[in-house]
């Protein structure tokens, strides 16, 4: 087997970007949770990406794509592969009433933009941590919108190194779901947005931050909602009627203000959120006979 740090050395010969091997997850997940990743990438652009893709294609290397952890748990053994960290991917530009944004772009500078530009439609977005390519992931969402919403097209690296643009249509995306290919790299979106004031935009942006702030545990490290809403119900209101809110397991909480947020009390390992997680989902399944799917990604190793 050949060393991490030789493969690391191997991958900086050819590669632009950064190259960090055995790097701690608690850097890049907002749970501030996680062991060491064998190697994480940071490609400084498109081609770069595809060196970095082709590399761990060639070892046999299992890869992930993480934007900023922000809707991610990576388990306390860390993480066996590569992490692609498109934080460089930063382009945001405006051409008529459509906006592009790379994969890294924060969703917060993203809506500080539209709002500049006097562009309307992702207001909904106000305080959704992460990243572009983390949102148009999942469709993230909020107050009955989400991403998909005002999206026109995403440009992805496919995982055997094809660059694709998809039109929305093209794209099955569901309730926190894209369903775009496997293994692929968001690079950049287009988002196809509305003229509208600037003044009565910031307005939205703060009024749906202030309700956010109102409802979340925002002062504590968490990775948003552990579940994904079933049909017709919230997975907040469900685990709440257990009883199980303030529960806690180790260093992690079920957090006392919504149901639906586990969080670190500051010293939480993944085995503990993992437990509270089986806890809660079980509480449900017997007194509602729901069975919670997560909204949430783990990886990694125990
Ligand atoms: C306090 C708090 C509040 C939250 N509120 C909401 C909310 O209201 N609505 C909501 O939907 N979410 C919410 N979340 C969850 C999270 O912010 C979103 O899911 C967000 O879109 C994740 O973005 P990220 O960049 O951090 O993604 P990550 O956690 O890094 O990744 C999430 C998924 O996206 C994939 N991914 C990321 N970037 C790329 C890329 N470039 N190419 C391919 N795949 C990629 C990853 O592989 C992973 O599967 C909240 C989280 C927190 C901590």
Redesign the pocket.
């Known amino acids: 087997m050949i060393a991490t740090k030789d493969l690391a050395e191997e991958l900086r010969a050819t590669l632009r970007g950064n190259v960090l091997a055995h790097e701690p997850m608690v850097r890049h997940?907002?749970f501030k949770i996680g062991g060491p990743a064998d190697l994480l990438v940071i490609p400084e652009d498109v081609e770069d990406l595809k060196v970095a893709m082709a590399f761990a294609r060639s070892k046999g290397m299992p890869s992930?794509?993480?934007?900023?952890?922000?809707?991610?748990l990576v388990r306390d053994g860390g993480i066996r592969g590569m992490v692609v960290l498109?934080s460089a991917?930063q382009a945001l530009a405006r051409a008529g009433n459509e906006v592009t944004a790379g994969?890294?772009v924060r969703?917060s500078r993203l809506l500080a933009f539209c709002s500049k530009q006097g562009l309307t439609g992702l207001e909904i977005l106000s305080?959704?941590?992460?990243?572009v390519?983390?949102?148009?992931?999942?469709?993230?969402?909020?107050w009955g919108g989400?991403?998909a919403d005002h999206l026109a097209r995403v440009q992805?690296v496919t995982d055997t190194g094809g660059e694709l643009t998809l039109e929305r249509e093209a794209i099955p995306f569901r309730y926190?779901f894209s369903g775009?290919p496997k293994g692929?790299?968001?690079?950049q979106a287009t988002f196809a947005l509305a003229r509208g004031d600037p003044a009565a935009i910031r307005q939205r942006i703060s009024r749906w931050l202030v309700q956010?702030n109102a409802t979340?545990p925002?002062e504590f490290r968490?990775?948003?909602?552990i579940f994904k809403n079933p049909p017709g119900d919230f997975a907040g209101r469900l685990v709440e009627a257990t009883g199980v809110k303030g529960t806690r397991i180790g260093g992690a909480m079920i957090s006392e203000r919504h149901g639906n947020?586990f969080v670190n009390l500051g010293d939480a390992r993944a085995a503990d959120v993992l437990a509270l997680v089986a806890l809660a989902r079980e509480r449900v399944r017997q007194t509602a006979g729901i069975d919670l799917e997560l909204?949430?990604?783990v990886v990694g190793v125990d």
């Open positions: 997940t907002s992930w794509v993480l934007g900023s952890g922000s809707n991610t498109p991917f994969a890294g969703v305080g959704v941590p992460g990243t390519g983390g949102a148009v992931w999942g469709n993230a969402g909020a989400s991403t992805v926190r775009l692929s790299v968001i690079v956010r979340q925002v968490s990775a948003g909602s947020f909204e949430f990604r």
